[in-house]
């Protein structure tokens, strides 16, 4: 059973950074990429960013370029979401996502309040 949990959400000032952890379990964690994406009320779900299997390659949207960085320890089955010079508009629920055995697979998702 695949489990994706993800944890370090929080409320902070803009300008400010956190540092997102997702622990996966259930599956063969090293042999498949991981993505982030986030939901902000009232808006469709939007992909973060992605990392390939070994941490080797990574790729992000256009709005967080620069700013966030996703990496990976596979040794301990965990992908981090690391958001710096954080926005009000990165206000949302954050998840981790993995494609396994031909489904989606989501966290319960971790809330991000940017706010002074």
């Known amino acids: 059973q695949v489990k994706l949990v993800e944890s370090g959400g929080g409320l902070v000032p803009p300008g400010g950074s956190l540092r997102l952890s997702c622990l996966a379990s259930?599956?063969?964690?090293?042999?498949?990429?991981m993505s982030w994406s986030r939901q902000a009320p009232g808006k469709e779900r939007e992909v973060v960013g992605s990392i390939s299997t070994l941490g080797e390659s990574t790729n992000y949207a256009d709005s967080v370029k620069g700013r966030f960085t996703i990496s990976r320890d596979n040794a301990k089955n965990t992908v981090w979401l690391q958001m710096n010079s954080l926005k009000p508009e990165d206000t949302a629920v954050y998840y981790c996502?993995?494609?396994?055995?031909?489904?989606?697979?989501w966290g319960q998702g971790t809330q991000v309040t940017v706010s002074s």
């Open positions: 259930g599956f063969g964690f090293s042999n498949y990429p």
């Open positions: 996502n993995a494609y396994v055995w031909g489904h989606d697979h």
